[in-house]
Nanobody, 129 residues
Framework: QVQLVDSGGGSVQIGGSLRLSCAVF????????IVWFRQPPGKEREEREG??????????TYADSVKGRFTISQDNAKNTLYLQMNSLKPEDTAMYYC????????????????????WGQGTQVNVSS
């Protein structure tokens, strides 16, 4: 059974940093694709934005909104994915979720949230002045 457990959220000031973690159980993270989605306040599940993805342990993709500020990485020994978030802005405030899929097309791009079968429970990030 595949299970994702995400953590690491919190409250920071503008310009601050946080590192989110996504521990994966039930399959090796070098298989398939894992994405960090975020859902800002007032947005629906269908409006979750994929901000960073890593496919088959090698290919990373970022949304334009986070390029240069966020970095996705993984520790294969711990079967854990990380999202280092720097230079945080108020618009980064959201519930962040890691999600996984084995769909072939996930390698080349971040798919819509309905294409990901496995989800973490979410971790809240708040950025304020």
């Amino acid at each position: 059974q595949v299970q994702l457990v995400d953590s690491g959220g919190g409250s920071v000031q503008i310009g601050g940093s946080l590192r989110l973690s996504c521990a994966v159980f039930g399959y090796p993270i070098i298989h398939g694709c894992i994405v960090w989605f975020r859902q800002p306040p007032g947005k629906e599940r269908e409006e979750r934005e994929g901000v960073a993805s890593i496919a088959r342990g090698a290919y990373s993709t970022y949304a334009d909104s986070v390029k240069g500020r966020f970095t996705i990485s993984q520790d294969n020994a711990k079967n854990t994915l990380y999202l280092q978030m720097n230079s945080l802005k108020p618009e980064d405030t959201a519930m962040y979720y890691c999600a996984a899929t084995f769909r072939v097309e996930c390698v080349s791009r971040i798919l819509g949230p309905d294409q990901y079968s496995y989800w973490g429970q979410g971790t809240q990030v708040n950025v304020s002045s």
